[in-house]
């Protein structure tokens, strides 16, 4: 234990100097090489955020309806008749790149236990993907093994994997994306917190055994990559979904029963940050004899133990003589059971092994007084905006073709087909359309989920990409029916130590926050993964938003499919053309340029909510929000989802490529009868919104008027061939 | 009419069956632990699907030899009927209650999608409220579901009745592409020789509602309520 610690081993803990500087101040003397691996996990990045936690501070997070926001396991809000939402979304990036299946599967096992260790029963998954150039040789292996990861760990636990989404952007070559969330249901009044109580309550461990696996996975996830980032491999967990599966069952059991104060999951830093985060929440201390931790291997070190990061185990403080009730439940399901340790009331984290005491840190400032950086920044090089007249104009109906088979537009049939989408029985909508769309279990109600960034708008100009990737959700929800409640972000961004990129994440943020006040879209839940960056390359900044929306009933909602003919096609908002930072410019010309499409939030809001009004009035067929690809991409996904063409009609006063694949926001497209677009045209003239008609379903071909058409077989077979013939395609490095 | 449905360590179908069960027959099912020695005496026993133990070793391999299955098993042979739904089919081969294997889907990878269903016969207390060569829309999800025998026992099976259901494409026709796991034959569904056990992959519990899309699962269960009343 009187090893010393030099320059070198503080630095291989990714500790700055001054950060150990501060060590020393606290700790009063030189730690032991535990007590620094212990300070090194709790100040990474992953745990701490403090790169960016000044910025997430200026986010809303607050409303009637929510109950908790950030800072707790999850975000909860309320959604009436005694039920409370529970849901956020993490990034497990770094695992998933260097080992694609247990980097994705243990991604979802970590934010599954996030949700139900605050007493919520998972009722839905979702994930949000970014893969590098589908050319580039890894592109391929890292998308089939994230998606059969998710898929096996989400597919066993049997929680239904219902929406999410998929874009492939060369500046992810090096650093993927896979952003997992979940959303579930528990009584409003039975939520479960981590702050401990009560000294002398015991400290209970249970779960799966601890093994060396994971060590020093969140310092990994705080660094950037080089070109070693394979021998990294060891760093990642490996998921057993079938003990999640159990874990889940025991403790919603014990949660029934009056037995637990607090708990918490052993997430990133594994017992070290559950156990300082409960006992630093409730102003505690803890002893824990580490002798007493479940073990899978034999003569594991204090350090070891502490820092593991295996999977599938959680940390609990029981109410004083509840031992027994919370060991059967246990032993019933077959996990682990062990009481480690007890609360203290002196303020420390005091860790024996073999006996001795091998460790002895103060606890609030390890949890609390974390490094904050107000990081230098330089405001970003705004896109500046594109003229329509600029961009060649190509023929339209070519260019939904090729648009339709694009990595980003394509089909993502492929990939949730790999998921148990159904399980449990409650989904109403399946992957596919705008938000998917869960019934509460037993009601006529449901909630509607999405997930939502549009990577390249903030690459142009994070503000307005930050903005757009909240905009963007709220109307997802809205396209459903359903009254946007919450969002869960999950940043991800480069190195924020080049203030180039802590410029892209202060403006996103602002974007973010800006959007969620005006559309009363409280954050209650989030993630901050940054140095996704390789070889000094970085991602496009990729703020994620997954969102919830509620549905009071279900015979009150839309789908996206056209269903029949004669109906007539609305364009509801302002279409001027906009094809700056458009997947027109980028996939059919090859420009990657241009503003990104401003966002009106007055207007959005007023857009939304008349749709969302005319959708509970049961006057809407079938809604779409238009978005990638515009207008004429938006129709077409209508008219293949039901099998019913269209024949539509452009405007005269915009460029006809522009007014078909211009990405102007704030948009939706409605289809409803004659006698209902009637009713709508005249709502929408009296609430001062902008509503057309362009068009009319029927038919089995996409037709402008005026001659050009393409017939609907022929775009479902371009739009659903891209992604199995990329994923079937003879392997390249063979 | 009282039905069971047997919860492993890895069940995640039982609740699903459970609510089928219940809203259809108009009584909830008993929900048997796998560590009951005892079947209690009921109709009807339904091994729903999941992944029992994980289904680490084999799907269903781990299952079949938990003491519940001794009980369902003497139970069976004595008439009462017994519902494996994927996970529970898979249970039921590797206990021998029904021939032949699943083994790992012809893609390679787990599917969740509709598939129709010709509905072999109609005679049987699993689809009287079918009609034969009906073809039905019924939800699949696995990645073990591709059934195989050798020649002789497909034979038999094929002449004594046993198939149940076979992969078909929306208008009835035996076609290769409607074939989601490479089954032999297009099995998706077997009876025992004496059609009163039924294990097949599709869920007929997925689509029993019609707000999840469907209900062509819903005759099954009332042709069990139907026979068994």
Redesign the interface.
């Known amino acids: 234990m009187s090893e010393a610690i030099t320059p070198e081993i503080v630095k291989s803990h990714g500790l700055s100097e001054a950060e150990y500087a501060r060590v020393i101040e606290i700790m009063g003397r030189q730690p032991n090489r535990t007590e620094l691996g212990i300070f090194s996990v709790m100040w990474s990045e992953h745990c701490s955020y403090k790169s960016s936690k000044k910025w997430l501070k200026t986010l809303p997070t607050t409303a009637p309806w929510v109950i908790c926001g950030p800072g707790e396991n999850a975000g909860v809000i309320d959604i009436g008749q005694g039920l409370a939402c529970i849901f956020k979304m993490e990034s497990h990036n770094h695992p998933s790149f260097i080992e694609p299946y247990q980097g994705a599967a243990t991604g979802v096992g970590g934010i599954l236990r996030d949700v139900f260790t605050m007493g919520a029963r998972p009722i839905a998954n979702l994930n949000a993907l970014r893969f590098g150039a589908p050319d580039h040789p890894k592109t391929r292996h890292l998308v089939a093994g994230v998606v059969?990861g998710i898929?096996?760990y989400g597919?066993?636990?049997?929680v239904p994997t219902v929406g999410g989404e998929c874009n492939f952007h060369p500046a992810y070559n090096g650093n993927i994306l896979v952003n997992a969330m979940t959303v579930g249901l528990a009584p409003a009044d039975r939520i479960f917190y981590s702050a401990a109580a009560g000294v002398g309550n015991p400290v209970v461990y249970v779960g799966s055994k601890t093994g060396r696996d994971g060590i020093h996975g969140a310092t990994m996830a705080s660094a950037e990559f080089s070109a070693d980032a394979e021998e990294k491999r060891p760093t990642v967990q490996v998921g057993?979904?079938?003990?999640e599966?159990?874990l889940i069952e025991a403790c919603l059991e014990l949660m029934a029963t009056d037995a637990i104060v607090a708990i918490q999951d052993m997430g990133a830093a594994g017992l070290t940050s559950s156990s300082f985060e409960m006992a630093s929440k409730g102003g505690l201390g803890i002893e824990m004899d580490l002798d007493r931790v479940p073990m899978r291997e034999t003569g594991m070190t204090a350090y070891e133990i502490m820092l593991s990061e295996s999977q599938e185990r959680m940390l609990m403080v029981l109410k004083p003589g509840r031992e027994d009730v919370a060991r059967a439940v246990f032993e019933k399901?077959?996990l682990d059971f062990a009481i480690v340790g007890h609360l203290t009331a002196s303020g420390r984290m005091v860790l024996k092994r073999h006996g001795q005491v091998v460790a002895d840190l103060p606890i609030d400032p390890l949890a609390k007084a974390s490094p904050e950086y107000d990081r230098p920044w330089v405001m970003p090089k705004k896109a500046q905006p594109l003229d329509p007249l600029e961009v060649p104009a190509l023929p339209a109906l070519k260019a939904l073709r090729t648009l339709l088979a694009t990595p980003d537009l394509c089909s993502k049939r492929w990939i949730?087909?790999?998921?148990?989408?159904?399980?449990?029985?409650?989904?109403?909508a399946?992957p596919g359309g705008d938000a998917a769309v869960v019934?509460l279990h037993g009601s006529n109600r449901a909630l509607a989920l999405t997930c939502d960034v549009t990577p390249r708008y903030c690459q142009a100009d994070p503000y307005e990409g930050g903005k757009q990737a909240v905009a963007e959700a709220w109307r997802n929800l809205s396209a459903v029916g359903a009254k946007p409640m919450a969002v869960t972000d999950n940043l991800n961004f480069g190195n924020p130590e080049k203030p180039e990129i802590m410029g892209q994440i202060v403006e996103a943020i602002r974007g973010m926050g800006e959007a969620c006040k005006a559309l009363d879209f409280p954050v209650v839940s989030g993630n901050v993964s940054l140095y996704n960056e390789t070889n000094g390359k970085a991602i496009l900044p990729t703020p994620a938003i997954g969102a919830v929306g509620l549905l009071e009933d279900?015979e009150r909602r839309a789908g996206i499919a056209f269903e029949s003919a004669g109906l007539s096609i609305l364009l509801v908002g302002e279409t001027k053309g906009w094809l700056g930072a458009s997947l027109y410019l980028r996939e059919v010309v090859g420009r990657e340029e241009g503003a990104p499409p401003p966002v009106d939030l007055a207007l959005e809001k007023k857009n939304g909510e008349f749709v969302r009004k005319m959708i509970a009035a049961n006057r809407i067929a079938a809604c779409h929000d238009v978005a990638d690809g515009g207008l004429l991409v938006a129709v077409a996904e209508m008219a293949m989802a039901g099998g019913i063409g269209a024949t539509l009609l452009p405007s005269r006063e915009v460029l006809l490529h522009a007014w078909a694949f211009g990405e102007d926001q704030g948009r939706y497209l409605i289809a409803a009868s004659k006698a209902n677009a009637r009713a709508i045209l005249t709502e929408a003239d009296r609430a001062n919104v902008k509503v057309e008609t362009i068009g009319e379903t029927g038919g089995d071909v996409l037709a402008l008027s005026g001659g050009q058409a393409v017939s609907l077989i022929d775009l479902v077979a371009i739009h659903e061939s891209w992604l199995p013939n990329f994923m079937a395609a003879p392997d390249r490095n063979a | 009419m009282q039905a069971a449905v047997i919860v492993f360590p890895g069940s995640n179908c039982d609740r699903d069956v459970a609510v089928s069960l219940a809203h259809i027959m108009g009584r909830p099912p008993l929900m048997v632990w796998h560590r009951d020695a005892q079947l209690p005496k009921v109709d009807l026993v339904v091994v729903p699907g999941g992944f029992s133990y994980g289904d680490y070793l084999r799907s269903g391999a781990m299952a079949a030899h938990s003491p519940i299955l001794r009980s369902v098993k003497e139970a069976a042979a004595k008439g009462t009927r017994v519902l494996g739904i994927c996970n529970g089919f898979q249970i039921l081969t590797e206990a021998g209650l029904l021939p032949g294997a699943l083994m790992r889907n012809r893609g390679l990878k787990f599917v969740c999608k509709d598939v129709h269903l010709s509905v072999l016969r109609a005679d049987t207390d699993f689809t009287r409220r079918y009609r034969k060569h009906q073809v039905i829309r019924i939800p699949i999800a696995h990645a073990d579901g591709n059934f195989f025998a050798d020649d002789d026992t497909l034979e038999r099976i094929e002449d004594n009745g046993q198939v149940a259901f076979r992969y078909v494409d929306e208008a009835g026709n035996l076609d290769d592409r409607a074939n989601p796991n490479g089954s032999a034959r297009a099995i998706a569904g077997l009876y025992n020789e004496t059609a009163t056990v039924l294990g097949l992959m599709p869920h007929p519990e997925r689509l029993a509602d019609p707000a999840l899309g469907g209900t062509d699962g819903v005759p099954m269960f009332e042709s069990l309520l139907e026979a068994l009343s």
């Open positions: 059969a898929g096996g597919n066993c636990v049997g057993d979904p079938f003990t599966k159990l399901w077959e949730w087909e790999q998921y148990d989408h159904m399980v449990m029985g409650d989904t109403v399946r019934r279900l």
